[in-house]
């Protein structure tokens, strides 16, 4: 079905060639946190027990790992200059790039489905498996993201650039979907008592969400998940 939401159609313009050091530095935060959630179980132990010596380990590896990367330009938005100028334009995707959107796919993709499986399990047996799901299910799908990523079969994580113009709106409206379901869950989460009738309130809750943040992504209504027209100049962010 062709596409009918809105587009931007950008003329001609000067654009900036240089990266500030305050726009640089503000992407290094957003990879320390998708690096930091990939180790599920681990996480897992954050949100059940609170911050623990291996949190803390694990963070000071990714601020290190992140920090060596940002500042030579090895991270998406760290650049000091941007990378991709024309959508569509045919070029490599460099391998940083490639591995920072495949592990941010991990983010978006791993949590919500743990979610919604925690959520069905809860609503349907009054039982929660969240810590069994973690540990087993968490590593399998972090296996089937990477497995798509190294094939190049996500949005942004391909081989090619050429498709940036549309690839960057699905991973955009992944993550405004995933993010405000997640918010919301959470304020359910602290508000309701844990019953199997609030369980499957906040399942209709959370599915509504992604699935209403997902048609608005899909028909352009939130910023950056609209189609760039092919050939037109344009910063990728």
Not at 17 to 43: C, D, K
Not at 44 to 69: D, K, P
Not at 218 to 232: K, Q
Request: hydrophobic content about 50%; aromatic content about 14%; charged content about 15%.
């Amino acid at each position: 079905m062709a596409y009918q939401g809105k587009v931007d159609r950008v003329h001609p313009r000067k654009i900036r060639t240089r990266n500030t050091r305050i726009y640089r530095l503000a992407h290094w935060p957003i990879w320390v946190f998708v690096f930091f959630l990939a180790p599920g179980p681990l996480i897992f132990t954050l949100f059940a027990h609170g911050f623990s010596r291996a949190n803390a380990a694990w963070l000071v590896v990714i601020l290190t790992a992140t920090g060596i990367a940002a500042l030579r330009g090895s991270l998406p938005g760290s650049e000091p200059g941007p990378y991709i100028l024309h959508f569509n334009e045919d070029k490599p995707n460099p391998l940083y790039r490639r591995v920072c959107y495949t592990f941010a796919w991990n983010a978006v993709l791993n949590f919500a489905c743990i979610n919604l499986f925690g959520l069905a399990i809860a609503s349907t047996t009054g039982v929660w498996y969240m810590q069994q799901l973690y540990r087993f299910a968490y590593p399998v799908i972090l296996v089937l993201v990477l497995i798509l990523g190294i094939a190049g079969l996500l949005p942004r994580v391909g081989h090619s650039t050429k498709s940036e113009g549309t690839e960057r709106r699905y991973f955009y409206g992944a993550v405004w979907a995933t993010v405000i379901a997640q918010t919301i869950l959470l304020l359910l989460w602290k508000l309701l008592p844990q019953t199997r009738t609030t369980s499957l309130v906040k399942l209709a809750v959370y599915a509504a969400t992604l699935v209403t943040i997902g048609i608005a992504s899909y028909r352009g209504r939130l910023p950056r998940t609209r189609p760039i027209l092919p050939g037109e100049v344009l910063i990728a962010d």
